[in-house]
Nanobody, 121 residues
Framework: QVQLVESGGGLVQPGGSLRLSCAASGSIFSIGAMGWYRQAPGKQRELVATIDSGGSTNYADSVKGRFTISRDNAKNTVYLQMNTLKPEDTVVYYC???????????????WGQGTQVTVSS
């Protein structure tokens, strides 16, 4: 079994910072791309940032220059450093990990449980 555990959400004032973490554990053979998505009530889940196994990153235009995604392969963990937060960043954030359970098996997408980020004064 594989588990993704997110942490780091909370309440912050506009202009503030938060760091989200997502740790994968279980019977994992290898991890490929990792990423963060967010979803507002009644809206589709949208990409925030991704990082592949080689460290290449991709960001949504709305967070470029403010958010930074990184990963620690030794810990099977992906991070999202969020700076200069705005009220419109207030949503639930989900981590996504694409991984393999065996050498010759296919890749699976796993999702974290979601963590609420609220930006408000």
């Amino acid at each position: 079994q594989v588990q993704l555990v997110e942490s780091g959400g909370g309440l912050v004032q506009p202009g503030g910072s938060l760091r989200l973490s997502c740790a994968a554990s279980g019977s994992i053979f290898s991890i490929g791309a990792m990423g963060w998505y967010r979803q507002a009530p009644g809206k589709q889940r949208e990409l925030v940032a991704t990082i592949d196994s080689g460290g290449s990153t991709n960001y949504a235009d709305s967070v470029k220059g403010r958010f930074t995604i990184s990963r620690d392969n030794a810990k099977n963990t992906v991070y999202l450093q969020m700076n200069t937060l705005k009220p419109e960043d207030t949503v639930v954030y989900y981590c996504n990990v694409r991984l393999k359970l065996s050498r010759f098996g296919r890749e699976y997408d796993y999702w974290g449980q979601g963590t609420q980020v609220t930006v408000s004064s």
